[in-house]
C-alpha cells in the first residue's frame, strides 16, 4: 500500500471568479468542490493524491485540464451531461454568487464506473477521503454507505468530511476519522444546542455510530476532537479572516496526509488545524504552502478539556 491518498470527489465543479485588479477586473477560473480543495491542500504537504471524479460537457474538458495542471494525479469517467459550476463576484471585497449550477444526478452506468474506479484506487491507497458533491442529489447516500464499507472491511482508512444522510450512510459504512461542522450537526439535529456539552455529547455519539475519531469545527472557537476516548480543545492562533470557505475541508486534508504518512493521530489534528488557520488567511481554497503550515503546526495546542497543556 503506498503512502498516498484517494479522493473520492463524484462531481468536481468550474468555479469562475471575478476579482477587481488594480485597473479592471481579473476573471479567475479554478477547479472547484469539497474533493478539489482537499486534494489540493494534501498536494501541497507533499502527499501523492489521485482524485476520482466524473466529468463531462464543456465545463468536463476545462475542468480536466485545470486539475492536472496542478499536479493532482486524475482518475476520471466521461459522461455527455455536463459538470457542475459557479460565478462568483468578489470585486467589493466579498463573495457573490452571480449563478451555479451543481450539475446533474450521476447516472447508474456512470456511478458503476466511479465506483469500481474509486475501489481500486482506495485499495492502493493509504488513507481514502469520502467527499460530498456540490448537492445532496448528485450522489445517493448509499453509494457513500458501500464505499466506506468495502474499503474498511478490506483494511483500508476512510477520511470523510459530511453531513446529512450522507453523514449517517458513511458512519453505517465505517470511517477511521470524521469531520464535521458544528453547523451542521446544529441543522442536521445532532447536536440540540451551541453549548460545549452538546458538542461532547455528539462526539461520543458518532463515536458510537461508526467513526473512530471525531473532529467538530467551530468556526471561531476551538475545535473539539475525540481521541481515544479522550476529549480536547484544539487551540490555534488567532489570525486575521480573508475568506472562511474551504477552512475545514483544508483540516481534513491536513489529517489525512499526516496519517497516509503513518503520523499519528495527535499530529494529523495539529496539521489539520494549522492547515485550516491559515487558509482563511489567503483567497486560494485549500491553499497554503507547507513551510507555513509546518511553523503554525508549533502554535497549536491540543488541550484536555477543561484543562490547559503545554506546547507538545
Known sequence: MSQHVMVFAPLPQLTLTIEQGSDSPDLHLHPGGQGIWQA??????GVPVTLCAVLGGETGTVLEQLITAEGIELRMVGRQATSGWYIHDRRD???????????????????????????????????????GPADPSVVAPEVYRR?????????????????????????????????????????????????????????HRLHDEGAETVLISRAGDP???LLEGDVFEVE??????????G????????????????????????????????????????????QAIREVIKRVRLNPLGKATKSP
Open 93 to 131: 471585497g466579498s463573495r457573490q454568487a452571480f449563478a451555479e449550477s451543481p450539475g446533474t444526478p450521476l447516472s447508474r452506468h456512470e456511478l458503476d464506473e466511479l465506483y469500481g474506479m474509486a475501489l481500486a484506487e482506495g485499495f492502493r491507497a493509504a488513507v481514502s477521503i469520502l467527499s
Open 236 to 245: 490555534v492562533p488567532r489570525l486575521q479572516t480573508a475568506d472562511p470557505r
Open 40 to 45: 489540493r491542500m494534501i498536494n501541497s504537504l
Open 147 to 203: 464505499l466506506a464499507c468495502d474499503l474498511t472491511s478490506n483494511g483500508g482508512r476512510v477520511v470523510a468530511d459530511l453531513s446529512g444522510d450522507h453523514l449517517s450512510a458513511v458512519l453505517d459504512g465505517g470511517v477511521c476519522f470524521l469531520k464535521v461542522s458544528h453547523e451542521e450537526l446544529l441543522r442536521d439535529g445532532r447536536a440540540a444546542g451551541d453549548s460545549v456539552d452538546e458538542f461532547v455529547a455528539a462526539l
Open 247 to 290: 477552512a475545514g475541508d483544508s483540516m481534513t486534508a491536513g489529517v489525512s496526509a499526516v496519517l497516509a504518512r503513518g503520523g499519528e493521530l495527535d499530529e494529523a489534528i495539529r496539521t489539520g488545524a494549522a492547515a485550516g488557520a491559515l487558509n482563511v488567511t489567503r483567497h486560494g481554497l485549500g491553499t497554503g504552502r507547507a
Open 223 to 225: 475545535a473539539l476532537a
